[in-house]
């Protein structure tokens, strides 16, 4: 199944807690503090890849967890790293953040790749914490933990030439000629569902071929297929306008060819820069007035073909490759990359339990509840004077707190006195 937008939900790993231990041994009785650091977590990377089509790996909706790093140990053992998670995405998917929307990256060429979220880093064991006033530190830090995000993945293919046109018109025949790909072809409306790529190899280079769904009046309001699959040629530098001029099934060819043009430009008015060929196709069984009429009604670069036949196809070709040699090569979305805000480390807040406690959270609070181990002395005391210069026991007071109230924070309480 061919997807090409999907919801996932991605995490970095936390990472590993530092470790309090002290190095014991026969006849050692006071060994020094040697608790290890914990390791790191993973990032989540996505990655373009190459051989990779479609997003229907990612259809799901699936939670995606890079690994944690590992707590440290005694011994000065170093916690282990996270291993990364790696998601492989088509070439041209473009990421954002769902919440925002704002673009993380286009992923336009092939091993683009961008890390969405970085690991949290591993606490520091308290081996780390040994210091001329402090031998034996009893405290040591516990590992960042990370948020989970949920991203948009959406596939805007890039191919050099885009085949539009009206349904039935014999795009996908034309890609089959075109190219090694093997669409479904039919004769009814609507055959071609999801866009189908192919690679068109000529004497003088390659060039890529994207087949979409065909477009009615009315597509960019929803109607057929809508426009949904419009995006699928937004970025291509060529469009081959594949009309049907046989006429067979009784429609107007020069009204179809203007009605796909419409709905091509209001999705998208950009879209009226793209150089078209009009290719008319089905001259095999086309009346020749047709084809005079629509050479008469419309301005245009215009090939007489027969997909089935084969005939005017070696033209057809030669004229997109010459067109193709003086386009410009195409470029991914310009943006401004959005990233995921580091919490603000100044930050904390104050609140009061239904118990009369006064609460503190924030960043501020949970990075210092890390760093200190509230049961230590020294740690405690290192602790009040950072809630001081913080602004916190300010914002206490502001908040009516008197001494004997109880504080908490996380599952730690104690008492305030000022
Ligand atoms: N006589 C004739 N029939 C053709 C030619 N090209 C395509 N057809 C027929 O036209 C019908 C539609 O062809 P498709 O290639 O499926 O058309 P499409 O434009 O991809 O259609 P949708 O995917 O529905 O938009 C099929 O029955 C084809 O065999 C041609 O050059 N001559
Ligand atoms: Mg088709």
Known sequence: ??????????????????CTSFYTEKY?????????????GGSVIICAADNIASLSEFRFGKHYRAENGTAGSGKNRHGKNGADL???????????????????????????????????????????????????????????????????????????VGLVGFPNAGKSTLLSVLTRANPKIANYPFTTLTPNLGVCATDDGNFTVADIPGLIEGASDGAGLGHTFLRHVERTRLFIHVVDVSAADGRDPVSD?????????KYNAELKDVPQIIALNKCDSAPKENIQAFKNAVD??????????????????RAAVNKLAVLPPLAPIEYEPYKYP?????????????????????EMIERLARTVVLEDRDSFAYFQRRLDDGGVTKALKKAGIKDGDTVRILDTEFMYES
């Open 86 to 160: 790696v998601l492989k995405v088509p070439r041209g998917t473009v990421v954002r953040d769902e919440e925002t929307g704002g673009i993380i990256a286009d992923l336009f060429y092939g091993g683009d790749s961008v890390t969405v979220l970085a690991g949290g880093k591993g606490g520091k064991g308290n081996a780390r914490f040994k210091s001329s006033r402090r031998q034996a530190p009893g405290f040591s830090q516990k590992g960042e933990p990370t948020k989970e995000h949920s991203v948009i993945l959406e596939l805007k293919t890039i191919a050099d």
């Open 1 to 18: 199944m061919f997807i090409d937008r999907a919801k996932i939900y991605i995490k970095a790993g936390n990472g590993g807690d530092g």
């Open 257 to 265: 060819y203007n009605n796909v043009n419409t709905e091509l430009f």
């Open 300 to 317: 245009g670069e215009i090939y007489e073909i027969s997909a089935v036949t084969h005939g005017g196809i070696k033209e057809l070709i």
């Open 342 to 362: 580091d919490a603000d480390p100044d930050a904390f807040t104050v609140a009061r339990a239904d118990d009369g406690a006064f609460v503190l959270g924030g």
């Open 28 to 40: 050692v009785p006071n060994g020094g503090p040697d608790g290890g650091d914990g390791g790191d």
